[in-house]
Structure formats: C-alpha cells, structure tokens
C-alpha cells in the first residue's frame, strides 16, 4: 500500500501539469478566435438587430464580430482610417463615395426599411399624412420643436435631403434642436418636449420611452432607407482582416443571412426586409 500511495502522489505533480497545460491550451484557443471589428450605425444597433444576427453568425462562422455603433459617417471615417474590417451602413452616396476612392471593396445591398416621422399623437402642425416635404414645410413655418440627429449620420444625411426637397437649404429655426446623438437618445429627447424627429421604423419599433409620440409621416417613396455593407480595402490598410471580414458579407448577403434578417420581427412585425439578390 505504502508502494501505491508513493505513485500515487507522484502523479500528482503530473497531473496538476497535464491541468495547467490544458488550461493553457483554453487561454491560447480563446485568445485566438477570430474576431473582426465592424463599423456600423446606431439604428441596426439601437433596433436590436444585432443581438438577433450576429449569435447567427458566430454559430455558422465560430466569428466574433465587435460592433462600434455610430452615425454612418463617423462609421465610414473609421473606415477611411483602418479603424473597422467591415462597414454596415446606410447612406447609398457615402458607401459608393468611399469605393470610389478606394478605402472600401464593393458595396453590396442587404436590406432595407423606411423613415418615418415621429411626433405628439395630437399632432399641433397638422403634419399627418404620406408627404415629407409638405409635413417639413409646416413644421418650420409653425417653428414647431424638430429634434435633428445632427451627427452626419445616415439619418441625419436623409433629414437634411427632405429639407432640401421640402424647399430649406438650411433648417435654422427657434424649434430646430440639433443632439449631436443616436437615434435612441434623439427620440428620448423628442418624447420629453414633444417634439417631432425623423427616425428608421426599425428603431421606433424597438422604443420603449414613447410618451405620446406616433408615427405622423410613412409611406412616402423617398422615405426608403437602403442599408449596404462593404469590406475595408486591404490595399489602404494592410493591418484589416479582410478575408475574415468577407466571410461576414458572404454570410449576411446568403439566403441563410438574408434569412436571419427577414427572422427578426418584434410584436409580428418585420424591422428591416432582406433585398441582397435583388
């Protein structure tokens, strides 16, 4: 017995290496899982379409995806700088301005939802309808409170297109209140002076700070917002992991992504529609 009991305390040295060493091996496997960094806007983070997509992801890819959530163009800046693999984005100019000029591969469509106008159920400027323009143009004659976003993001870039259409080159009025912030703290501002804002139905739906507001402007065509995504181009900044990076655009444009996407839906209703293969 004395004979056993002197083995099998030499095993335990050997064993409490064989458990370091393993231990080891899971520090080293973790450290080493792929990752990517993507650029993307408040919205697609904001109306919790992340939090549905990328477990998807991570489970057909074994890919870890950290999002950075800012307006399109400080998404797209980070781009330009190498400071994201993959842009998810949603202003069609910019993401085709910043392929052209090289910091980014080929755009591809993914999916799609629409603007609308948020503003008090009772609705003082009488803006309720289908055109945004015609809804704008009240609002500034009435100096009624707007909340803008007024951080170059693809929201911001349409609301200042719709002013344009709606005949004001620049929205400077007493009721016009630029944040500087995301989608999210912009309607919570809208809910608390009652305001109206232009926002994507996708972050409306997922809202839960709503006060008295409502949906006062849908349905007009020029309310359509197209989200696109692009791999960071590798020429521009070597230190990208483009082919991890791709390997996310190949999965979220694929009928298994697009899936995923149409999937996502809050009280029976759609967020954002899939369109890559159209």
């Known amino acids: 017995m004395n004979g056993l009991n002197k083995m099998a305390q030499g095993f335990k040295p050997l064993r409490a290496l064989a458990m370091v060493s393993i231990a080891l091996s899971a520090t080293i496997s973790i450290a080493q899982a792929p990752s990517i960094v993507m650029a993307s806007t408040t919205s697609t983070e904001q109306s ?7 477990p998807e992801f991570k489970k057909a890819s074994g890919m ?11 998404a797209i ?6 400071d994201a693999d993959v842009l998810f984005v949603h202003d069609q100019v910019a993401e085709e301005k910043v392929v052209a000029e090289g910091f980014a591969l080929k755009r591809f469509a993914v999916m799609y939802n629409d603007f ?10 009488q803006v309720k309808g289908k055109d945004i323009a015609a809804a ?7 100096d009624a409170g707007f909340i803008s976003r007024g951080d170059k993001s693809g929201t911001h870039a349409a609301e200042l297109r719709y002013w344009k259409t709606a005949g004001v080159s620049t929205p400077e009025f007493a009721g016009y209140k630029a944040c500087g912030c995301g989608m999210g ?8 002076t009652g305001a109206y804002v232009l926002t994507d139905r996708g972050t409306w739906l997922n809202f839960k700070n709503r006060a008295d507001l409502a949906v006062l402007v849908e349905g007009d065509t020029r309310l359509f917002n197209q989200y696109g995504v692009m791999v960071v181009n590798p020429a521009k900044h070597p230190q990208t992991k483009a082919l ?6 190949d999965w979220i444009i694929s009928p298994a992504g697009q899936g995923v996407i149409a999937g996502y839906k809050i009280n029976g209703e759609p967020l954002f529609f899939p369109n890559a293969a159209k």
């Open 136 to 142: 704008l143009k009240k609002i500034k004659a009435a």
């Open 48 to 54: 919790g379409l992340f939090g549905h997509l990328l």
């Open 116 to 125: 609308v106008l948020i503003g008090p159920a009772a609705d003082p400027v």
């Open 77 to 82: 800046d980070m781009g330009r700088r190498g």
């Open 185 to 192: 703290p912009a309607l919570n501002m809208a809910a608390s």
């Open 244 to 249: 991890e990076a791709q390997k996310f655009v």
């Open 64 to 74: 870890d995806v950290k999002v950075v959530a800012v307006g399109t163009g400080q």
